[in-house]
Structure formats: C-alpha cells, structure tokens
C-alpha cells in the first residue's frame, strides 16, 4: 500500500500491521519488568508476537505452545491490531488472592496496549511528516525549511518550534525532556567583539547542540541567546548525558577569540494532560540554578576574557 496516498488515520489503522514488538517496546526493560512483575504476584508469565511467537518467558513453559486462536490468552492490542499474547500460570497464587493477580494482569495487558500505541504514534508520526515532505517535492520542502529555520543557525525558529510543541502534546507522549539551553555572557562577546563574533557564538553553539542530538530531537531558538530542546519518550539518564555532552563540547572548544559556555536547565513533561509550554518556566529556573554554578567554576572568567588579549 501507498501509505502517502492514504489519510494518516487510515495509515495508523493498517500500517501497525507490519510492526514486531522488538519495534514498539525497549525488550530488556520489558523483560526485566515482567520478572519483577512475576515474582511480586508469583506467576509465570509468556509474551508472544501475534502469531505465537516466545518473546519472553518468565518461569516454567517447556513444552507449551500458544494457540492464539483457540487459547489466545490476554491480547495486547494497538489501534484495533493484536499485536501479542499475554499468558500467565496462576496455579501457585493462593485461592484468596487470585481475583487480584488477575485483575493485575489484565492492567499489565491494557498497559503493554498504552505503551505501544504511545510508541507507534510517536514513530509513525515521524515517518508520515518525512514522507509528506518527500511528496510534495524537494523545491517546496526547501521553501518550507527556509520559512519554518532560523536563518542564522539552521534549527526551528521560534514560530514553528511552538507548532511543533503543540504538534508532540497532542500526540500524548510522555515521557519529554525539556531542556533550556541558554548561551552564557554572550553579551560580554557583543560589547568587546562586535555583531560578527557574538553572531558566530550563537551559531557554534547551535552546530554543537545539532552534532550532539539524536534524530528524533527538536531543537528551536526561541530568543538571541535562548535554545529549547525537546526529547521525546527520553530514556533514563538520555537528557543529562546531552547536556553534559554539549557543555563538554563546549569547554573543549578552541578558538582566538570564542570561549563558547552555556548553562543547561533540564525538567519533564511527564504527564499528557500537562503541556510543553507550561513546563519552560521551571526549565528556566533549573538554567539560572545551572548558570550559577558555571559562571562561578575555578577558571570560567579567564577563559571567557583570553580573546580580550589576541
């Protein structure tokens, strides 16, 4: 099927079709989920892929082999699609605790169907906006770029990093990363350098934060000095190991005259109903807490002033 000749609401309905669960789920962290899960409720549990597949076995299940048509056990199940079986061995839980093992188990089956419509959605709609802009053709995507860039340092501008914001809410992914990412004394560059430097500090710590990101990164500048960068359904310890990645960049940066820094403010978006916008504030602040700390490290004001006697 041409998925660029039908609706995305079309797509979404058939394209999940052709999706394994190795491409929906983060599987070590699944696995390491489900055997915590079993041993809390003393079960064993088996996931398989839609057509009985074992992807992963917690406890005894030699010589089992799924039906999932006569015996398909708890389906997990995305827009509509069955996408795997959940089965479970309850023998071992006591009769008076039975009816909440397996009330648990059909949560764990309904939330194993909310994470992976989570990352299907985020992934398709990924693809879908790459393949619109390859329909409409090289010479309009271009324009479009050239309206939607910043002319100076090639990220969003501030106009359409807000429409992408509102784009990622509604897509009702969680977790997101929201990090500040605010360039320090660039001032101090305009008033002893000029227009030209301070506009090549800008533009070196934007080629640093594009170097250092993943490719389902967003990144706008929202002011002269300002960067927001936004991290869809950010992994543990993802976010921090950016920032620390651009402010070593940064300090590892030689130059004449530039000594570039910035000061990084990081939060979450962890709950849908919250929006991007509401969380820059507290991003804000955690970057003044940053700025602080780095504008005060052992050697900043001697680096920052080495250019003054080039």
Same mark, same amino acid.
């Given at each position: 099927?041409?998925?660029?000749?039908?609706?995305?609401?079309?797509?979404?309905?058939?394209?999940?079709?052709?999706?394994?669960?190795?491409?929906?789920?983060?599987?070590?962290?699944?696995?390491?989920?489900?055997?915590?899960? +079993?041993?809390?409720?003393?079960?064993?549990?088996?996931?398989?892929?839609?057509? +009985?597949?074992?992807?992963?076995?917690?406890?005894?299940?030699?010589?089992?082999?799924?039906?999932?048509?006569?015996?398909?056990?708890?389906?997990?199940?995305?827009?509509?699609?069955?996408?795997?079986?959940?089965?479970?061995?309850?023998?071992?839980?006591?009769?008076?605790?039975?009816?909440?093992?397996?009330?648990?188990?059909?949560?764990?089956?309904?939330?194993?169907?909310?994470?992976?419509?989570?990352?299907?959605?985020?992934?398709?709609?990924?693809?879908?906006?790459?393949?619109?802009?390859?329909?409409? +053709?090289?010479?309009?995507?271009?324009?479009?770029?050239?309206?939607?860039?910043?002319?100076?340092?090639?990220?969003?501008?501030?106009?359409?990093?807000?429409?992408?914001?509102?784009?990622?809410?509604?897509?009702?992914?969680?977790?997101?990363?929201?990090?500040?990412?605010?360039?320090?004394?660039?001032?101090?560059?305009?008033?002893?350098?000029?227009?030209?430097?301070?506009?090549?500090?800008?533009?070196?710590?934007?080629?640093?934060?594009?170097?250092?990101?993943?490719?389902?990164? /967003?990144?706008?500048?929202?002011?002269?000095?300002?960067?927001?960068?936004?991290?869809?359904?950010?992994?543990?310890?993802?976010?921090?190991?950016?920032?620390?990645? /651009?402010?070593?960049?940064?300090?590892?940066?030689?130059?004449?005259?530039?000594?570039?820094?910035?000061?990084?403010?990081?939060?979450?978006?962890?709950?849908?109903?919250?929006?991007?916008?509401?969380?820059?504030?507290?991003?804000?602040?955690?970057?003044?807490?940053?700025?602080?700390?780095?504008?005060?490290?052992?050697?900043?004001?001697?680096?920052?002033?080495?250019?003054?006697?080039?």
């Amino acid at each position: 099927m041409d998925y660029k000749a039908v609706p995305f609401e079309q797509r979404i309905k058939d394209n999940v079709k052709n999706y394994a669960l190795d491409n929906l789920y983060h599987m070590d962290t699944l696995a390491e989920y489900a055997k915590a899960f +079993g041993a809390l409720a003393d079960v064993e549990l088996l996931l398989t892929e839609r057509h +009985g597949e074992k992807v992963i076995s917690v406890g005894s299940f030699a010589g089992f082999t799924p039906d999932v048509v006569g015996n398909p056990g708890r389906k997990v199940r995305i827009y509509g699609r069955t996408v795997a079986h959940l089965y479970a061995k309850t023998e071992r839980v006591p009769e008076d605790k039975k009816a909440a093992v397996e009330k648990l188990l059909d949560e764990f089956s309904a939330m194993l169907s909310h994470w992976g419509e989570e990352a299907y959605l985020h992934t398709e709609s990924a693809i879908y906006l790459d393949e619109l802009e390859e329909k409409v +053709g090289v010479q309009h995507v271009q324009t479009a770029r050239g309206e939607n860039e910043d002319a100076l340092t090639g990220v969003y501008n501030k106009l359409y990093f807000e429409e992408r914001m509102h784009v990622i809410d509604r897509a009702e992914v969680v977790p997101i990363a929201v990090i500040n990412v605010n360039i320090n004394d660039w001032k101090f560059v305009n008033d002893n350098f000029g227009d030209e430097e301070s506009d090549r500090l800008i533009k070196t710590i934007a080629d640093i934060l594009k170097r250092e990101k993943k490719p389902d990164y /967003v990144i706008g500048r929202v002011d002269g000095d300002v960067f927001i960068v936004l991290i869809p359904m950010a992994e543990e310890g993802e976010a921090e190991e950016y920032c620390q990645k /651009v402010q070593q960049a940064c300090l590892s940066y030689e130059d004449k005259i530039l000594a570039p820094s910035v000061a990084c403010g990081l939060v979450y978006k962890t709950n849908v109903e919250e929006s991007l916008a509401d969380k820059l504030p507290d991003a804000e602040y955690e970057m003044f807490e940053n700025k602080f700390a780095v504008k005060n490290a052992p050697g900043y004001r001697e680096r920052l002033e080495h250019g003054l006697s080039s």
